[in-house]
């Protein structure tokens, strides 16, 4: 919906008009995914707009990296 692949921008972003096609046609619910932590977080966002819009929350395994990177923020403690 955001039209970014591989870091390049292949369309322009489009997520109202995702949306509006999938109601008419029928869908009563979403779930919308995240690779990256950053990306949870703007699923998050997004879901948070209309009841039918879910989210999950995860971390694609070619990602992990940054997670750890996060995680060890926090210490041991």
Do not use: N
């Amino acid at each position: 919906f955001k039209g970014i692949y591989h870091g390049k921008q292949c369309h322009s972003a489009d997520l109202p008009s995702v949306l509006a096609r999938a109601w008419a046609a029928g869908v009563d619910r979403i779930i919308v995914t995240g690779g990256s932590l950053k990306e949870s977080r703007e699923a998050l966002e997004i879901a948070e707009t209309d009841g039918r819009l879910f989210c999950t929350v995860g971390v694609h395994p070619t990602r992990c990296g940054v997670i750890l990177e996060y995680i060890s923020c926090f210490g041991r403690d």
